[in-house]
């Protein structure tokens, strides 16, 4: 499979733990961008990296979020001190700089529920 | 503020028939737009997408068409089927980021 992956696929978490998430690109995208998805809405932008760059980050994303991508290939997005308002589907997306149409493609998320 | 809006949270379409899907956005500097579908447990797929300079995009049974002026797009999907049925997504980008609409529910039923 040469999709965008992600793991877990869910986690349940007590308030205050702190969680970290994975995900794996397309292997010749060097773009991978990570979003959070609450129920009825669409996905809302967390952060991007180009490589091992961390070029945006939206202001959704609060000091309790770090993401990285040391060698520029899996990511990881950590939430410390989780609380009950994290609880969403994060999604990972990974796409090419040059691709002019500006498609990304998803994995299929992790559910994170905290209690 | 919402900057993509998907008015319409549902749509029940007959099999066969045309499938009408409405988006509007409000930031003129977006210069791309994509609609994407998603089934319940896996991650939007990209379906179509269209470049601001272009006011149609057509790929199979999919078409997309942009009014700038209005700034609205539609997605058009003719036949329907009953493998149609989900969750569409309209986003835009003027930058790297994609903007996402709320969505529209798809139901297509025989």
């Known amino acids: 499979d040469t999709g965008v992956s992600q793991n877990p696929r869910h986690k349940i978490t007590k308030r205050g733990q702190n969680v970290t998430f994975r995900c794996d690109p397309i292997?010749?995208?060097?773009?991978l961008y990570w979003y959070r998805q609450t129920l009825g809405q669409g996905p809302e932008f967390l952060t991007y990296f180009q490589n091992e760059a961390q070029l945006e980050k939206s202001r959704l994303l609060s000091d309790r979020f770090s993401a990285e991508r040391p060698k520029g290939s899996f990511s990881t997005l950590e939430i410390q001190r989780t609380e009950q308002g994290d609880s969403a589907m994060y999604l990972c997306a990974s796409s090419l700089a040059w691709q002019g149409s500006r498609e990304q493609y998803f994995g299929p998320g992790t559910r994170l529920t905290v209690t | 503020d919402q900057q993509v809006k998907q008015n319409s949270p549902s749509l029940s379409v007959q099999e066969g028939r045309i499938s009408i899907l409405n988006c509007d956005y409000t930031?003129?500097?977006?210069?791309?737009f994509l609609w994407y579908k998603k089934y319940p447990a896996e991650g939007p797929t990209f379906l179509i997408s269209?470049?601001?300079?272009?006011d149609k995009n057509e790929d199979g049974r999919f078409t997309v068409f942009l009014n700038k002026s209005a700034k609205h797009l539609s997605l058009h999907i003719v036949p329907s089927q009953p493998g149609d049925s989900a969750v569409y997504f309209c986003a835009a980008s003027g930058t790297d980021k994609l903007i996402f609409g709320t969505g529209t529910r798809l139901q297509v039923f025989p």
């Open positions: 269209i470049s601001s300079i272009k």
């Open positions: 292997s010749e995208h060097n773009r």
């Open positions: 930031n003129s500097m977006f210069d791309y």
